[in-house]
């Protein structure tokens, strides 16, 4: 199949001055009428076609300059409609039909529950009209939405509500307009019968602006935390970067059928429920935290990706890794920035670094796609903000800040590329960034390799630094990285040691970044009276591997003494991989759970004890990390493994875990407060380390709690605990959660989310109940992503159970989905596509089953293309 490359980019041919929709909404069919005002653009051949995209369509009528075309006069296949002759400038007006009741995709204007709503990211504006589809046809919008009054009481749309009145047969419609001209991929509709809640914002410059959330009736008030969320990120975005909001309105709609996690359109964002509703009763704190991030990411984007956009979609890393970067900074100033750091870091190796060691690889800007929706991926999103993170770290936050601002406004209401950016920010920094661009292009993870040296009589300390880059698809060779190197060095008492490289006067700095640019370089440190621990990659300042040979002790020493919180946590989870890794390699030394018990009891005793940090140094690296440790893994073994050391740290410190349940626990009433939400987090660490003590009353302390709990973080953490047993109270606490949750779709996604995780040897069992469970429903995303998406990826050992039942089920369901809704149906296909990382047994049943799904007769672009780059 034809995959799309950035070496053909051309420029649009011809520009929409101005478009004018008109949607008449039905529940049989619905039609839409659009008039656009075309006009060939300068420098283009007076004789290229007019071609438009479309797909999924009905073509109903055409009319240039207000004739009516035959059927000669233009070309229609799956892909679009091209003219041959076309003037210079026109008017062109199409009519087609949709049904978007059968719409199971979710791309385009679909249903979802009783609304209208649509999703044009990246093409599904194609699937609503002709049109040329892609980000940098920029064009003033108006939007005329008509439906029946009753059904459908609210028409949303892109700008400002500038007309409205009453049509024939109990029918009304509204029209809006968009002053911004925008790409097609920002265009949305929602129409539906929706309760709005209502607030509204100052701006720093006096402008009110309206803030309003529309739900279905039945989430009304849960959209508070969402609301306040907003207001502090329009405050941030204003303080922080001086962007003020440039619409009177901002309007955010909940849809309960949403591919994506959110959609920053034009001043009416849509969301996925998951990011906007929450209440104590149904959402967790890390709901809560999501919630915050996901609503600041949107609205980061009305001017990182909205007043700026991509030029073409291998671009897509401008505005998402610029925005994703943004968010982050918003979440650490609202919270601690140490957790948000390591909570990013955790989530990069467990999505990204996997990603960047298969198969599906890919530069943070790819070069060829078959489906750009395979390209929304964690490279893009999250290496692509770290990628941005450095370029904070090398400029520094004053020229990184002015950088971004130059950048909006030197390219304001274009589309760009990140050279553009790129070229920018050097210019800003006063710096040469061309070297740096490489993180655009190459792909994979670079290893850091260092050595160190110390030479006691001159008091002089070396460090070296290698770097290396494995090959990924169609790069076989690495040039060097521009990498950021964030150190110190610590004294044997504990104490930051001063940085004076060779050759520089007395300085204080004790952490200082150091530039990689070469495959191999030294650096000489002066004036030490002693050798140092070097801690490395503090705040984790690079997306690189570390590999440097510390002791067990030096690990221990370092989450002790290390002055960076990030490298503290670092330290204890190094020292808890080797530890787990030694029981996996069958390897059991005495000490090593007395070395691991004593760092545990020294975080747990530490004066100054940051609870929400404890519980993230205390809780044992993940999984899938353990396996990217190994050249081939065993998932059952490291499970078995990770386990075997879980309880036996529950065993060895079963008093101490017990006191700190009690201690953390919050008293009194649910609190959205970062001391109780602190507590909750440690809390529920001790009670996941009492659950493996085998003691009776700790069973019953987790039954307690799921019992007694009054918000859903503490109930959903007891009933995680519980779907790893298989005992009556156990079952029990499901059923009830079932019955009490079974009418809250997104809490009832938890339900099915616990059990599709359980560490019980009858998960994968489970799994394959809850598949043909009446509440199972394959139309859903969120629901599909709880079973299958969690099943696949959060259940390492289940899903790799050796039977190869769990890769059957896996592409069975591939299978199926792949007829609904292609973007999701290849998202579940990326667990297989890691084949490589297990053993020679795994490996075959992996690839069969890719095979099988390869060979399936009509597959979608989606899912072929993530199969094939698989097996490649
Ligand atoms: N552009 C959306 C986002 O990342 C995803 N479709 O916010
Ligand atoms: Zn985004």
């Not at 609304?115 to 940098?136: H, K, L, V």
């Not at 929602?190 to 709005?196: P, Q, S, T």
């Not at 298989?726 to 606490?733: I, L, T």
Request: glycine share 6%; with cysteine.
């Amino acid at each position: 199949r034809a995959a799309v490359k950035l070496s053909d980019y051309t420029p649009p041919a011809f520009r929409v001055e101005h478009i004018d929709l008109y949607f008449s909404l039905g529940e049989e069919y619905t039609r839409v009428r659009s008039r656009m005002r075309l006009c060939r653009a300068e420098g283009t051949d007076p004789h290229t076609p007019l071609h438009l995209d479309g797909e999924a369509l009905e073509l109903e009528a055409l009319y240039l300059d207000g004739q009516a075309l035959a059927i000669d006069d233009y070309l229609l296949t799956r892909q679009g409609l091209t003219i041959e002759r076309v003037p210079d400038r026109f008017e062109l007006e199409v009519h087609t039909l949709l049904r978007p009741q059968d719409n199971t995709a979710l791309s385009g204007l679909y249903r979802s529950g009783g609304m209208f709503c649509t999703q044009c990211e990246a093409e599904g504006f194609r699937r609503i009209t002709y049109y040329p589809d892609r980000p940098d046809v920029l064009s003033r919008f108006t939007t005329t939405i008509e439906a029946d009054r009753e059904r459908y009481p609210v028409l949303l749309s892109n700008g400002n509500a500038v007309d409205r009145g009453e049509s024939e047969g109990g029918r009304h419609w509204v029209r809006w307009d968009d002053p911004w001209p925008k790409p097609s991929y920002l265009f949305a509709l929602v129409a539906g019968d929706l309760h709005c809640h209502r607030d509204r914002y100052r701006t720093a410059s006096g402008r009110d602006v309206q803030l309003a959330f529309y739900v279905e009736h039945a989430n009304a008030g849960r959209t508070g935390h969402a609301m306040e969320s907003l207001k502090r990120a329009m405050r941030w975005d204003e303080e922080t970067y001086g962007l003020e909001y440039d619409l009177d309105i901002y309007m955010v709609v909940a849809v309960g059928d949403f591919n994506m996690g959110a959609m920053e359109n034009k001043g009416l964002n849509i969301f996925n429920t998951q990011y906007v509703l929450a209440s104590p009763e149904t959402a967790t704190d890390a709901d809560f935290e999501a919630v915050e991030a996901v609503i600041g990411h949107e609205y980061f984007h009305n001017y990182t990706g909205n007043r700026v956009t991509c030029r073409d979609w291998f671009q897509l890393s401008l505005k998402e890794g610029l925005t994703v970067f943004r968010e982050q900074q918003f979440s650490e100033a609202m919270g601690s920035p140490a957790v948000q750091r390591i909570q990013q870091v955790r989530l990069l190796r467990s999505a990204q670094f996997p990603e960047d060691a298969s198969p599906m690889a890919h530069p943070v800007r790819p070069d060829a796609y078959v489906e750009i929706n395979n390209f929304y991926t964690a490279t893009v999103y999250i290496k692509g903000a770290e990628v941005i993170r450095m370029y904070h770290t090398l400029l520094g936050d004053g020229a990184f800040r002015n950088g971004v601002r130059r950048y909006l406004e030197r390219f304001d209401g274009q589309a760009v590329t990140i050279e553009d950016f790129l070229q920018t920010m050097a210019e800003t920094g006063g710096r040469d960034l061309t070297q740096f661009g490489r993180w655009y292009t190459q792909a994979g993870t670079p290893r850091l390799r260092v050595r160190d040296a110390f030479d006691a009589d001159a008091g002089r300390y070396t460090l070296r630094v290698v770097q290396e880059c494995p090959p990924t698809p169609g790069q076989p060779a690495k040039q060097p990285f521009h990498i950021p190197l964030a150190m110190g060095l610590v004294g044997r008492d504990g104490q930051a040691l001063p940085l004076r490289l060779a050759g520089e006067p007395e300085g204080q700095a004790t952490t200082r970044v150091l530039e990689l640019t070469r495959s191999e370089q030294a650096f000489v440190f002066e004036g030490l009276a002693e050798r140092p621990v070097p801690s490395l990659l503090r705040g984790f300042s690079a997306p690189v591997i570390l590999d440097y040979d510390y002791s067990d002790d030096d690990l221990a020493f370092l989450l002790t003494h290390d002055s960076d919180a990030f490298a503290r946590w670092e330290a204890g989870q190094q020292l808890a991989v080797r530890v787990i890794l030694r029981r996996v390699h069958g390897e059991r030394r005495e000490e090593d759970l007395d070395k691991l018990r004593r760092a545990f009891a020294g975080v747990l005793e530490h004066p100054g004890l940051d609870a929400s940090l404890a519980a993230e140094a205390l809780a044992l690296p993940q999984e899938t990390y353990l396996a990217q440790q190994l050249e081939q893994a065993d998932p059952v073994a490291i499970r078995a493994a990770r386990e075997g050391v879980r309880a036996e740290l529950a065993g060895a410190l079963a008093a101490t875990w017990r006191t700190v349940y009690s201690r953390y626990r919050p008293q009194g009433p649910w609190r959205l407060e970062p001391a109780a939400i602190a507590g909750r987090r440690l809390a529920n660490l001790a009670l996941g380390y009492l659950a493996a003590t085998g003691a009776a009353e700790d069973d019953e302390r987790v039954e307690r709690q799921y019992h007694q709990a009054d918000n859903m973080t503490d109930s959903l953490a007891a009933l995680s605990l519980l779907a790893d047993r298989d005992d009556a109270a156990a079952q029990a606490a499901l059923d009830d959660f079932h019955q009490r949750w079974r009418h809250v779709p997104l809490v009832l996604d938890k339900w099915f989310r616990v059990q599709a995780m359980s560490r019980h040897p009858g998960a994968l069992a489970r799994v394959q109940s809850l598949l043909r469970h009446p509440d199972f429903d394959l139309h859903n995303p969120n629901r599909v992503r709880s079973v299958i998406g969690a099943f696949a990826q959060g259940n390492p050992a289940a899903f790799h159970d050796s039977s190869g039942e769990g890769y059957r089920l896996l592409a069975d369901h591939i299978l199926r989905l792949d007829t609904l809704n292609p973007q999701v149906a290849a998202r579940m296909a990326l667990p297989l596509s890691k084949w490589q990382r297990y053993d020679l047994p795994r490996q075959q049943i992996m690839k069969t089953e890719l095979q099988r799904i390869a060979e399936a007769p009509s597959l979608s672009n989606d899912v072929y293309e993530v199969v094939s780059r698989s097996l490649e």
